[in-house]
């Protein structure tokens, strides 16, 4: 697990991490891909990886955006494949990533979005514990929701490792909330069942069991790994558990739908080219 300080010292930033954070954050703002930042500093150096997310994240509370909640990134088997990595990420989320259910991500608002479908968690307590357990987990949830992350890179073609993905928030983008609260009394995580279709035609599936064996799991790693650091989870986060099948590549003009068992649907859209959607 990560051992990064809450906060990063300006003072004790590496150069390295600041070229990479700013290449980072101008491909963010110009909406132009920029090339992996691992070759800025040793690949596989995750903790360098996430000093670099951290100082953008800084940069964005600076700038009065707010922090609400946490997404898991790189818990389904077949993502990590997808990507060539074996463990899992997480990255901040912001008030202004929301996008409301059966809303359209305005043209052009991404440079080039994926979407995944996954069980996000409102927690109604605190879990401080830095060997939280999924007993904690289920005692601190207030209600889950069914989610769709719409995924970014900020890096050109994908083309990251989990140094890269590390670096660039989790390769966070944007995400869309079911209305309905279920509370985990009414459904086993572990074996709900995903079905996400792209313009009506399935474009992935997949089961709560792919994601880290459990959406509580992956809650409990999260929790854990954030405790560690100092900056734990806290009554009222969302949390992302992370994707329950493969991303599927969005495009302007498309349409997708998750269905998960025993936790219902969400909807988004993406507008097709020249057209306004809604903005989150």
């Not at 991500?105 to 109604?124: D, I, N, S």
């Not at 989790?170 to 985990?184: F, M, R």
């Not at 949390?239 to 969400?266: K, Q, W, Y």
Request: with cysteine.
């Amino acid at each position: 697990m990560p051992t990064v300080p809450d906060r990063v010292p300006p003072d004790a930033v590496p150069p390295a991490v600041v070229k990479a954070a700013d290449a980072l954050a101008e491909a963010a703002r110009t909406g132009t891909a920029c090339p992996p930042v691992r070759t800025l500093f040793d690949d596989g150096d995750i903790e360098t990886a996430y000093i670099v997310q951290r100082l953008n994240v800084q940069r964005g509370q600076a700038a009065g955006r707010r922090i609400v909640g946490r997404k898991i990134g790189l818990t389904s088997r077949a993502v990590q494949q997808q990507l060539g990595v074996d463990q899992p990420d997480f990255g901040a989320l912001f008030a202004d990533m929301a996008v409301p259910e059966d809303g359209a991500v305005p043209a052009g608002r991404l440079l080039q979005p994926k979407v995944e479908a996954e069980v996000a968690l409102v927690l109604g307590s605190d879990l401080p514990h830095r060997e939280c357990t999924v007993v904690d987990v289920l005692r601190a949830v207030d209600f889950a929701l069914p989610a769709l992350e719409i995924v970014d890179s900020r890096v050109k073609d994908w083309d990251i490792s989990i140094t890269d993905t590390v670096a660039d928030n989790a390769s966070c983008g944007l995400y869309v909330l079911g209305g309905s609260p279920v509370p985990l009394s009414a459904v086993n995580l572990r074996s709900v069942r995903m079905t996400m279709t792209r313009n009506g035609e399935v474009a992935s599936e997949g089961t709560g069991a792919d994601c880290l064996g459990s959406p509580l799991n992956a809650a409990a790693w999260l929790a854990s790994a954030l405790a560690g650091m100092g900056d734990p989870l806290r009554a009222g986060d969302l949390v992302l558990t992370g994707a329950l099948g493969p991303m599927a590549v969005a495009a302007p003009g498309d349409v997708f739908e998750a269905r998960i068992s025993n936790l219902g649907a969400v909807r988004v859209g993406f507008a097709a080219e020249g057209a306004e959607g809604d903005h989150a």
